[in-house]
């Protein structure tokens, strides 16, 4: 971390718990728990996933910190190019998920869910394609698929035209086979990956070994600014920004990392404040014609009040801030 740690019993004095009804299932849930933290230099959202462990979440947590405590970075654009992403819904829900977001001309898809099938996934990205036939579409299998699946489903929906596919399968090595086995059937297709960074000891591994042609990074998940900025020089591939289902806050951070990225080839998934019914303020962080401004967000009192979570909950949060914690304070600490 490039800042000194406050004192724990300071972030917990200045933090609230919120839990934001989602407008659609997505990732499994359809409400979003976070804890915002107010510091010297704004708000900084902690809103890793319930079932993660301090190992992982505390990256999320210094990343929380890191926007309370310091200013962000010295933007290279004022907007951002951002995608819709559509949740692994049926085709006949597509249409009135997507008319969430405002003009999209980049959509994520996600494919591979569990219990749903191969057919499933053609008849979404048919459906989307039918729908917008001039938009860039790219699909998100978040590692649900084995080797063999992932070539042949990824063979027939290329037929549609996709921009890339994320994370296909678990792994870096299942990434650079998928992509091999592509190439071998003439199909140029790009990976993406987004897992195999985020969840790795090393996120720049698939980066050395060659094995995607772009690299997922998100705030949160990563450590925080800085850290992502590093990582991405550090890997020489071409990234694109994604949120990690965060509130307006959050987003408000990655759209700040996304903004001092040297280059974005690709628009980055940082439209999903469309998922939520509600948000941390009555000004969310929404894309226009599939540009998101960069900008600092402070929740609304009122809204801290209204979504505020039961005395249990923030007892949880609160002792799993301690334990990050613990784990950010530890010597052996890579943040
Ligand atoms: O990248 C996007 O378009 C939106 C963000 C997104 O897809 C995700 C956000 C949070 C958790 C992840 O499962 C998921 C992803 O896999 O990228
Ligand atoms: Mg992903």
């Not at 933090?15 to 933290?37: D, N, Q, S, W, Y």
């Not at 085709?91 to 977001?101: D, H, P, S």
Request: hydrophobic share 45%; charged share 20%; net charge negative.
């Amino acid at each position: 971390m490039n800042f000194t740690l406050p004192p724990v019993e300071e972030l917990i004095a200045n933090a609230h718990v919120v839990r934001l009804p989602m407008r659609v299932k997505f990732r499994g849930v359809t409400e979003r728990e976070a804890l915002l933290i107010h510091g010297p230099a704004g708000w900084g959202e902690f809103s890793a996933f319930l079932e993660y462990g301090p190992a992982e979440a505390s990256r999320w947590l210094a990343a929380g910190i890191e926007a309370a405590y310091t200013d962000f970075p010295t933007p290279l654009r004022t907007s951002i190019p951002v995608n819709a992403t559509l949740p692994a819904v049926r085709a006949n829900q597509i249409a009135g998920v997507l008319a969430n977001y405002d003009a999209p001309h980049t959509i994520k898809i996600k494919v591979a869910e569990k219990g749903q099938h191969l057919d499933d996934d053609i008849a979404r990205v048919a459906e989307t394609r039918r729908l917008f036939p001039d938009a860039a579409l790219r699909v998100d299998a978040n590692t649900g698929w084995g080797i063999d699946e992932a070539v042949s489903a990824l063979l027939k929906l290329s037929e549609f035209d996709l921009q890339y596919a994320e994370q296909p399968v678990p792994g870096i090595v299942g990434l650079a086979r998928v992509r091999e086995r592509l190439r071998s059937h003439g199909v140029e297709l790009k990976i993406a990956a987004d897992e195999a960074v985020r969840k790795h000891s090393d996120p720049l591994e698939v980066a050395r070994l060659g094995a995607a042609d772009l690299m997922v990074i998100k705030a949160q998940p990563l450590g925080g600014i800085q850290a992502v900025l590093d990582i991405a020089a550090q890997s020489g591939l071409d990234v694109v920004v994604s949120s990690a289902l965060d509130t307006s806050v959050g987003l408000a951070q990655a759209a700040a990392l996304a903004s001092a990225v040297p280059q974005l080839p690709y628009a980055c998934g940082l439209a999903t404040g469309s998922l939520f019914a509600e948000d941390v303020t009555a000004t969310p962080l929404l894309a226009t014609a599939g540009q998101l401004p960069v900008r600092r967000v402070a929740p609304d009192e009122d809204k801290l009040r209204t979504l505020s979570v039961t005395t249990e909950r923030r007892t949880w949060w609160e002792q799993r801030v301690r334990e990050c914690y613990e784990q950010l304070m530890a010597p052996e600490s890579h943040n």
